[in-house]
C-alpha cells in the first residue's frame, strides 16, 4: 500500500481506553516513543486492536505543529515528539520541516513560509512536533 500522508510511524498497541463511543489507544514505537490515537470503539474492534499487536500511526504533514521549547507547554495535543532538526525544504508558500525523534523515526510537517521565517529552524536544532491525537490514523496488516 502506498500513501500520500508523509508520517507512517511502526509500534505496538500498549494500551487501548475505551469510552462510550471512542477510546484513545497508545502506539508505542520502536525507539520507545509514544504515540495517542482517538478512534471509534468500531474501529478498535474491526482492527483488532489489543497489548502486543503491531500497527501503523498514519499523520498527514499538515497536520503537525512545529515548535521549539515546547517541553513545558501546556497544550491540550497528546503527541508531542521532540528531537534535531534533519531536513528543511523552504518554499515562496510553504516549507517542510523533518525532525528527527528517535533512530530511525523521523516527522515530517508542512508549515507555511511565515512560520517557519519566525521559526528559523536550521538542521541540527531542537524542534518539537507536536498533533492531535485525532489527527492519528492507525491501520494494521
Do not use: W, Y
Not at 521549539?68 to 523552504?90: F, I, P, T, Y
Not at 536544532?125 to 498533533?131: I, R, V
Amino acid at each position: 500500500m502506498k500513501l500520500s500522508a508523509r508520517n507512517v510511524l511502526v509500534g505496538q498497541v500498549s494500551e487501548v481506553s475505551q469510552g462510550a463511543v471512542n477510546a484513545l489507544v497508545r502506539l508505542t514505537l520502536k525507539n520507545g516513543n509514544d504515540v495517542f490515537a482517538s478512534i471509534t470503539n468500531a474501529s478498535v474492534e474491526e482492527l483488532g486492536l489489543e497489548g502486543g499487536k503491531e500497527a501503523f500511526a498514519i499523520v498527514k504533514a499538515s497536520s503537525v505543529i512545529v515548535g521549539a521549547d515546547l517541553h513545558q507547554a501546556k497544550v491540550s495535543a497528546r503527541n508531542l515528539l521532540c528531537g534535531e532538526v534533519c531536513k528543511v525544504v523552504d518554499g515562496p508558500i510553504n516549507a517542510e520541516i523533518h525532525i528527527n525523534v528517535g533512530p530511525g523515526v523521523a516527522i515530517s510537517a508542512v508549515i507555511t513560509h511565515e512560520s517557519a521565517k519566525v521559526l528559523d529552524l536550521q538542521i541540527g536544532d531542537h524542534a518539537c512536533a507536536m498533533f492531535k491525537a485525532s489527527s492519528v490514523i492507525l491501520g494494521v496488516n
